[in-house]
């Protein structure tokens, strides 16, 4: 078999085999087959694209590429979580402990953020103590014990997919939605769990931009995960507007704690019930709206926030913070930023506010670079609130004072405003199962 002959068949359309996928990507893998052939084989496959076949094929190849999660040591159905991306995006740290609460097995493995989208891993490193490393046996142990754990990835997952990512990063392949799925599923795979609920993220801060883009990526993922024996819900979700008020790591595990608390705000607090409720119908095999029930239960009676009690001192992290914020790290300087206008805010691009929030020090712009957890933006106005200039828009808060001048032009950047009340935006668009 020759990678040339491989990369000629898709570019002239053809459906390629398992055996041809497996030799593309084992070898890919091994370094045997060169950067320029696999920058081939991705310009044929965004051009021509896949079926479903091969990408379910693509997805399994790249999760067999590495180690591969054995959960099988956890009594009981486990179920994870996934978002595709956004800003202000903590739906992990609300969701995982609600689950949790209501009997499910969460034993879930997150990323750190890079770019304007934050990750889970550096959220919870802003809780002094807490350890977001922990072995295979600690890991499973945990989820047995309190049916929770939230652990950064171990090993080697999927080291196909990071070799092809970096790869189709350079090389204008990204935008593929077969190689997007696969790159997605691939890891979500081979972490190990039953179930799978995907929040499809779409708008400005998402890498989708359009609702239909982002139903044809779902649609993808769901067919992978069911072609790989799993259970997969998607859920497609609004990310034109930042997810609750807060974008920074420490900010929003406090808005997180707020929410479990029963003073999260009402869209961020909906889309949480919703994917909760998701997951809880492929624990417990009750119907949505029972489950929606079960999940708003648990904020209501404090059990969910137990639990995320219960998660911060078992993984070695200071539980005090739940009801003491000072705990945190606090940052040296705040700054009121102020509107220079009058009129609705009729958008709002929530990328340009996770820029402006990098620009303070809470994301980094390529791997390995520091952050401040205390670092952030709390929004005091969003899209469709009326302002006056003069009125607080948000407030900064960093440890380099040099940087809010960036990052306030950055922010500002951000707003369009207008003389007549925009119409509210649909949050959750579409389920796909």
């Known amino acids: 078999m020759r990678m040339y002959d491989i990369i000629h068949k898709k570019r002239n359309g053809g459906e390629l085999s398992e055996e041809e996928i497996r030799f593309f990507i084992e070898g890919y893998t091994e370094g045997e087959i060169p950067d320029y052939q696999a920058a081939a084989f991705c310009m044929a496959v965004y051009f021509q694209g896949m079926t479903a076949k091969e990408t379910s094929e693509l ?22 979580k996934h978002s595709t991306g ?42 002094p103590g807490f350890r977001t490393e922990l072995n295979p046996d600690e890991f499973i142990k945990q989820v047995n014990d309190i049916g929770l754990c939230i652990v950064g990835q171990t090993g080697e997952l999927a080291p196909a997919d990071k070799k092809l990512y970096a790869l189709r990063d350079v090389t204008a392949t990204v935008e593929s939605i077969s190689l997007i799925a696969s790159s997605i599923m691939s890891k979500k795979l081979a972490a190990g769990s039953n179930g799978i609920v995907l929040d499809v993220k779409t708008g400005s801060g998402a890498f989708m931009k ?18 790989a024996g799993r259970s997969v819900t998607a859920v497609i979700t609004n990310m034109d507007i930042p997810l609750g008020d807060s974008v920074g790591n420490s900010l929003e595990v406090i808005e997180a704690i707020k929410t479990l608390k029963g003073e999260g705000e009402s869209e961020l607090t909906e889309v949480c019930l919703t994917l909760a409720a998701q997951m809880l119908c492929m624990v417990t095999g009750e119907d949505e709206k029972t489950c929606f029930s079960m999940a708003k239960g648990a904020i209501d009676d404090g059990s969910a926030l137990n639990k995320l009690r219960e998660m911060i001192s078992a993984q070695g992290g200071n ?6 914020y000072s705990l945190f790290k606090q940052p040296k300087y ?28 809470a994301g980094r712009e390529k791997k390995g670079d520091p952050i401040d957890p205390s670092a952030g933006i709390v929004l005091k106005k969003k899209t469709g609130d009326r ?36 119409q509210p935006q649909k949050l959750i668009y579409k389920i796909i199962k």
């Open 59 to 80: 997805t399994l190849a790249m999760a067999e590429s590495g180690d591969q999660i054995n959960l099988g040591g956890v009594d009981g159905f486990t179920v994870d």
């Open 210 to 227: 359009t609702a239909e883009e982002s139903e044809k990526l779902a649609k993808e993922m769901v067919s992978i995960g069911r072609s």
């Open 387 to 422: 302002v006056e200039k003069g009125d607080t828009l948000a407030v900064f808060y960093t440890d380099d004072e040099s940087k809010i001048e960036e990052a306030k032009q950055e922010f500002f950047d951000a707003f369009t405003f207008g003389s007549e009340k925009p």
């Open 319 to 324: 539980a005090g913070v739940v009801d003491d």
């Open 334 to 361: 705040t700054a009121e930023i102020f509107s220079e206008c009058d009129g609705y805010i009729e958008h709002t691009d929530a990328e340009k506010i996770g820029i402006a929030s990098v620009i303070l020090g």
């Open 86 to 127: 956004g800003v202000g995006d903590k739906t992990s740290l609300i969701v995982a402990p609600i689950v949790a609460s209501c009997g499910g097995k969460v034993a879930k493995m997150s990323g750190r953020g890079l770019g304007h989208t934050g990750g889970t891993v550096d959220k919870l490193e802003s809780i």
